[in-house]
């Protein structure tokens, strides 16, 4: 049965457009918590868009379920992820100019710089999975890396344009999923994912975790952040 990771980066975004103090991500998560959340997920970007160092910092301090860091493979936010030390740390690719994370990490590109990583969040004792796109090369190389744990980007498949490469999407993800679990990697998933899309994703075989973040946040505004987040609990337990 899948997990719920709930991403609160968007709540920091509402409070960043107006530089103030409010909403609190920090309350938020206390709020993902008590709707459920398996783990608190956020990403400290290098340009500091959303999260800020004093957000991982609290949160480190008063998170009960697992904390997440996602962060670039760069040397500066990996020293950062060393000395807060969250419970697991998911690379992901990052550019300044993007809106939203558009697509797994180049692993087979970035070979280098991402196992000089792993070794270094290894080295701190924290767990390390790789955000990539279900691409049987990266995944092979997230293996041989010794990551443990491969986050499909479940992107391509949320923003299908019709049913039918929506489905071949989701053929792509399942043979990834089986390509991740049969290395002896733990499987989670995420990007994109929403109250109506989910349920697919949550039903591929031995997903572990799907973190989700926009939707959350957006169902929030309507009927309160804890609430958002049982009503996604219930849809990948269901």
């Avoid at 459920?36 to 004093?54: C, K, N, S």
């Avoid at 990052?94 to 990490?105: A, I, N, Y």
């Avoid at 049913?163 to 993800?173: G, H, N, P, Y």
């Avoid at 939707?215 to 958002?228: D, K, N, Y």
């Amino acid at each position: 049965m899948a997990t719920l990771g709930v991403n609160i980066d968007h709540v920091a975004t509402i409070r960043q457009a107006r530089r103030t103090v409010e909403p609190d991500p920090v309350w938020a998560a206390a709020l993902a918590e008590l709707g459920g959340a398996d783990t608190i997920t956020v990403h400290l970007r290098e340009d500091r868009r959303h999260i800020q160092d004093r957000d991982l910092e609290v949160l480190r301090r008063t998170v009960q379920v697992k904390l997440n860091l996602e962060a670039a493979i760069a040397a500066d936010m990996i020293a950062i992820a060393c000395r807060v030390r969250p419970d697991h740390v998911t690379l992901v690719p990052e550019r300044r100019e993007e809106v939203t994370t558009e697509g797994g990490l180049d692993v087979v590109g970035h070979r280098a710089g991402t196992a000089a990583a792993i070794a270094r969040l290894r080295d701190a004792g924290i767990g390390v999975s790789l955000f990539i796109d279900a691409d049987p090369r990266h995944i092979d190389v997230a293996a041989e890396l010794g990551a443990d744990a491969v986050e499909l980007h479940t992107g391509r498949y949320a923003d299908a344009p019709t049913a039918a490469e929506r489905e071949a999407r989701l053929t792509e993800l399942a043979h990834g999923g089986k390509l991740v679990t049969g290395a002896g990697m733990e499987l989670a998933a995420g990007h994109g994912l929403t109250y109506r899309n989910v349920g697919p994703v949550a039903r591929i075989d031995r997903m572990g975790e799907l973190n989700i973040g926009h939707s959350i946040v957006a169902r929030a505004v309507l009927v309160g952040f804890t609430q958002a987040v049982r009503e996604m609990k219930a849809l990948i337990t269901g």
